[in-house]
């Protein structure tokens, strides 16, 4: 595996040498590592080490850095790079650019505690977040909405070989003066000025202190620097204090301060110099916030006092340097939880680990919001998703009102749900796109082929987008089939997309998971009805959707076919359906004996537990008859407007009874034939009784051969 970290330069701070100490660990575990920046002082240190470090102007904050996206996508070709590690945002978005159009993983590590600001926003578009800290991981969950399956917790580490321990430290007598270091960038959010003054209150208490200042303000800025030097000479502090510059030896100096006080006013995403110390044996005063929290337990591994608060840092300085043999304590116990939790062995493995999660890892989201039938045939498709793919992710955006039915699929991570009618506003998908974005998903695989549908993929930022191409918004998906007119059964339709994804075999068996409490409770009203699941019971989907009054077999044939068979074949009939045919169902079963009416009365979970129970099902183009489909109940379909081959699985339990008419398939809410529904009149009521009759012999003699 080889991976680019880029980042804007390699100056002596602790991002720069927390990359060029992981490319060199990835290095010592044979892995490749190229480091992209603008240069500094620490690129030697990687060619020394023999790893590339290509330098590029990617530190400036100019949209005109855009420009180098394309001589990126040049290093990531020519290097064969598996993973791009960004640690900073403006390189972040060159980086996330390049990654794009190379479909190379993008990953990000969160090095502060970022504003709400556009030019942060990149930082949360990694298929992996890296924080560093738990403020961190709330920060970028609740400010950025990166979801909390991405962000992936890895404390930086320190190298124990280069910060060795120095146990014997606070054991001899206390020296004569006290050396204190605050080391970091010279920044008014570091909080030097109020580390100052609270040096100057120890010095008062009588205590010789020697401050040492490690730092600058970078990038030939010096107005902080200058306010630094100013209450310098205001507290009379010329000689106690230090200026040290930029240090390489950071590890000496720990070594020899007696104390390190990290004084931040903001948040720190971590607090490196922290472990550092801890690490040497260096006991440390910090500023209670931000990822300090994760480092030092307040009395134990140090001393935490409010940020800004200058008499509590002074009266936790004094504490420790004059209480040597707390503070040996404290330094040993620190020393032993960063050997424990931030070691540079430790950090180099986790971000290995969400590397190769990354480098294996599939997101594909599989686009299907229409009717429930359509949600049922869509299942095989499913599961040749997870066989082609075992250990992706796969979500299904479904609409809310069907999510239930598909909620056990064990083929499926996760069932989006989404609300049909409020996605006919645009305002309103672009809404719901942008929480898709959020999820990272590699592909989309557009079974319901809108417009709509398409649009959502785009906005999503799913860079793979498989589907039909239908008309001028066809265009949207990179992966489009141009064959949707072709006439196929629905799981051979959808099999042509899927083949573009490498699946190769088709697999057209419907499933269906009945929920276990769904099927106690048809149980329990078939015991209320007097109904037995050992009779012979055939269920009638009397309806269809409003919409489609076209698809209704006309009510007297069912009541005739109803009379027929509980009259010569003794059968129980369960009538089923939507509470938009509540009226028909109640009229009908008024008027016939043997019926049982449930129209109106089961949910979509139930609806299935009660189809389970019949043994031959009598129904229109539907959802029941998908559902008895899944099921592997004989049924009995009756088609007219539409294409019986477009719609249904061929199989030996089915049987489909149509007319052919100059008008069909019509697709049509509407019947303009000269003679009204003739498609369905003309299929006659003794057709169909005898089509059950040799289902239920069937039945018969299934039972009896076994």
């Not at 139930?606 to 008895?628: M, N, W, Y």
Request: proline letters at 5%; glycine letters at 8%.
């Amino acid at each position: 595996m080889k991976v680019l970290q880029i980042l804007p330069a390699l100056e002596l701070g602790g991002v720069e040498r927390g990359t060029v100490d992981l490319a060199r660990a990835l290095k010592a575990r044979g892995e490749g590592a190229v480091v992209i920046s603008s240069g500094g002082a620490l690129v030697q240190e990687l060619e020394k080490e023999g790893i590339a470090h290509y330098t590029l102007p990617v530190d400036r904050k100019s949209i005109f850095s855009l420009a180098l996206i394309p001589k990126i996508v040049e290093i990531i070709e020519k290097e064969r790079i598996d993973i791009v590690h960004a640690r900073s945002r403006v390189p972040a978005w060159i980086a996330w650019f390049a990654c794009r159009r190379t479909k190379v993983p993008f990953v990000t590590t969160c090095h502060g505690y970022y504003s709400q600001h556009l030019l942060s926003r990149v930082m949360g578009w990694g298929k992996r977040v890296i924080v560093p800290s738990r403020v961190m991981a709330r920060h970028m969950i609740d400010h950025f909405h990166v979801s909390p399956d991405r962000i992936s917790l890895i404390p930086r580490g320190v190298d124990l070989s280069e910060f060795s321990f120095h146990p014997e430290k606070y054991s001899g007598p206390a020296p004569k003066v006290f050396r204190v270091l605050n080391l970091g960038r010279f920044s008014p959010i570091k909080g030097q000025l109020e580390f100052l003054r609270a040096i100057h209150r120890v010095r008062q208490l009588g205590l010789a202190v020697e401050v040492w200042l490690a730092g600058s303000e970078g990038d030939g800025k010096s107005k902080y620097t200058k306010e630094i030097q100013k209450i310098v000479h205001q507290l009379g502090l010329q000689k106690a204090v230090k200026f040290l510059g930029v240090r390489r030896d950071v590890a000496d100096l720990l070594k020899d301060a007696d104390l390190l006080v990290l004084s931040s006013l903001v948040p720190e995403s971590f607090g490196r110099v922290l472990i550092e110390a801890g690490a040497v044996g260096t006991a440390c005063v910090a500023s209670r916030l931000g990822g300090i929290l994760d480092i030092i337990e307040d009395g134990k591994e140090g001393v935490l006092v409010p940020p800004g608060d200058e008499e509590a840092m002074s009266n936790a300085i004094f504490r420790l340097l004059t209480d040597r043999d707390e503070t040996r304590q404290m330094a040993h116990r620190l020393q032993e939880k960063v050997k424990r939790e931030f070691s540079l062995e430790q950090m180099t493995e986790k971000t290995l680990e969400v590397y190769r999660e990354v480098k294996n890892e599939k997101k594909i989201l599989v686009i299907k919001w229409g009717a429930l039938g359509d949600v049922i045939l869509a299942v095989p498709s499913l599961r040749m998703l997870r066989k082609k793919f075992p250990t992706a992710h796969i979500g299904l955006l479904v609409d809310s009102r069907f999510s239930s039915v598909v909620s056990n699929c064990p083929y499926l991570n996760e069932v989006i749900p989404i609300d049909r009618i409020k996605a006919r506003s645009w305002i309103w998908l672009t809404r719901f796109a942008a929480r898709l974005r959020r999820e990272m998903f590699d592909i989309s695989v557009d079974f319901q082929n809108t417009k709509r549908t398409h649009f959502l993929g785009l906005l999503a930022g799913i860079p793979e987008r498989y589907g039909y191409r239908r008309g001028i918004f066809g265009r949207l998906l990179n992966h489009g089939d141009l064959t949707f007119e072709r006439p196929d059964s629905p799981v051979r339709h959808q099999f042509r997309i899927l083949s573009k994804l490498g699946v190769s075999q088709p697999d057209e068996k419907l499933e269906l998971w009945p929920d276990p409490l769904s099927e106690a409770h048809i149980s329990d009203l078939f015991q209320e009805k007097g109904l037995s699941s050992n009779g012979k019971l055939v269920g009638f989907a009397i309806g269809s959707s409003p919409s489609w009054p076209t698809k209704r077999w006309p009510i007297e044939y069912f009541q005739a076919l109803s009379e027929k068979l509980v009259k010569e074949l003794d059968c129980q009939i369960v009538l089923m359906g939507s509470s938009e045919d509540s009226v028909l169902a109640q009229k009908f079963a008024a008027k016939s004996e043997g019926v049982v009416n449930f129209v109106g009365k089961t949910n979509l979970q139930e609806l299935v537990s009660l189809v389970k129970q019949l043994r031959v099902l009598v129904t229109g183009d539907t959802a029941p008859l998908h559902v008895g489909a899944a099921l592997g109940i004989k049924t009995v379909a009756l088609f007219g407007p539409t294409d019986p081959l477009r719609h249904v699985q061929s199989s030996g339990e089915v049987t489909v009874l149509s007319r052919r008419l100059p008008c069909q398939p019509c697709y049509s809410g509407k019947c303009t034939y000269s003679e009204p529904m003739a498609c369905l009149r003309r299929i006659g009521v003794d057709e169909v009784f005898e089509a059950v009759r040799k289902h239920l012999a069937q039945i018969y003699e299934d039972s009896h051969s076994h």
